[in-house]
């Protein structure tokens, strides 16, 4: 299942609208923080498919039967330009447990490139809901990748994958990989370059974030 959230008039639209533009990334709070907002109306949206069960509030006057969750989710994501959309999801689920990857594509000299994994910190993912968060998804190979790494250390019950924007080919990928997997886009593009990026897209996230890298 894909949901694609800007399909509907919402602030949603708005926050991507600033994160495509050239002349707003060169704010790199502000990038920051549209992504976290991004990953804060995810958490929202998600947060209304999970399982939840009545308990008993006591207030000053009286108490009150409410909702809430079942059972806490675990958040992961792939380091470094996950963490601002990781962050907003965090804001909302407080309490869950967190898993961090490291996935990063390793280029060769003709131009091609692999998914190299290096690091991995996770609870226990048995049966467990799981919100994947990776603010692009475009080759969909390194989010393929990473989903197996995650299930070395338990099958999850439910895998959410949440992305800023994804491209046509990579939802392929990762539906062709992992049917059951629920993915929540900001926004949908369907070309993608010989090299792997998404187009029109955005750029590079993870250096739009935290600044250029060194590629290896």
């Known amino acids: 299942m894909v949901h694609h959230l ?31 907002r991004l990953g804060e109306i995810m958490a929202y949206e998600i947060s209304k498919t999970l399982p939840y069960e009545e308990k008993e509030v006591q207030t000053p006057l009286g108490t009150a039967t409410q909702k809430v969750l079942k059972e ?15 962050q907003g999801l965090l804001n909302y689920f407080d309490k869950a447990d967190n898993a961090f990857i490291s996935a990063y594509r390793k280029h060769h000299n003709d131009g091609s490139f692999e998914i190299s994994l290096e690091y991995l910190s996770c609870p226990d993912l048995e049966n467990r809901i799981v919100i994947l968060s990776d603010p692009m998804l475009a080759t969909g190979s390194s989010l393929a990748k990473t989903i197996q790494f995650l299930k070395e250390e338990g099958k999850p019950a439910v895998l959410h994958i949440v992305t800023a924007i994804a491209c046509t080919v990579g939802i392929e990928h990762v539906k ?33 974030a935290f600044g250029a890298k060194v590629q290896y």
């Open 176 to 208: 062709s990989a992992e049917p059951d997997a629920i993915i929540w886009c900001g926004d949908i593009d369907d070309e993608l370059t010989a090299k792997g990026y998404i187009v029109p897209g955005l750029g590079d996230a993870g250096d739009l």
């Open 6 to 36: 800007s399909k509907h008039h919402s602030l949603v639209s708005n926050w991507i609208a600033e994160l495509r533009d050239s002349q707003v990334q060169t704010d790199r709070m502000r990038f920051r923080r549209n992504l976290e």
């Open 72 to 86: 806490q989710p675990v958040l992961a994501t792939i380091l470094r330009a996950g963490l601002p959309m990781h």
